[in-house]
């Protein structure tokens, strides 16, 4: 029901931002929720962030003060604002989406963060 596709991604110094972007499509779009996911190399992807159909926010602790997610329900567009990037950011990031209490059953391609130090 919604397709998603990832960009923003690239190769930063630490201190850097970075901003992702997740474009849906799909005319029901603005009732899922979207989460921003990664995966470094080795080890098991978390959950970074997730923004409601109501416009709700969480996030990891690991990100809490440095990145913001947002949404543009009338461009189908979501967002991660990366700021004071570090070296551990790096991994591959992916948006998903989901309604309800359902799994996350929609994923785009992922784009990959890499951060230098």
């Known amino acids: 029901q919604v397709q998603l596709v990832e960009s923003g991604g690239g190769l930063v110094q630490a201190g850097d931002s970075l901003r992702l972007s997740c474009a849906a499509s799909?005319?029901?779009?603005?009732?899922?929720?979207v989460g921003w996911f990664r995966q470094a190399l080795g080890k098991e992807r978390e959950r970074v962030a997730v923004i409601s159909s109501g416009g709700m926010t969480s996030y990891a602790d690991s990100v809490k003060g440095r990145f913001i997610i947002s949404r543009d329900n009338a461009k189908n567009m979501v967002y991660l604002q990366m700021n004071s990037l570090k070296p551990e950011d790096t991994a591959s990031y992916y948006c998903?989406?989901?309604?309800?209490?359902?799994?996350?059953?929609?994923w785009g391609q992922g784009t990959q963060v890499t951060v230098s130090s």
């Open positions: 998903a989406a989901k309604i309800g209490y359902q799994d996350w059953d929609y």
């Open positions: 799909g005319r029901t779009f603005s009732n899922y929720a």
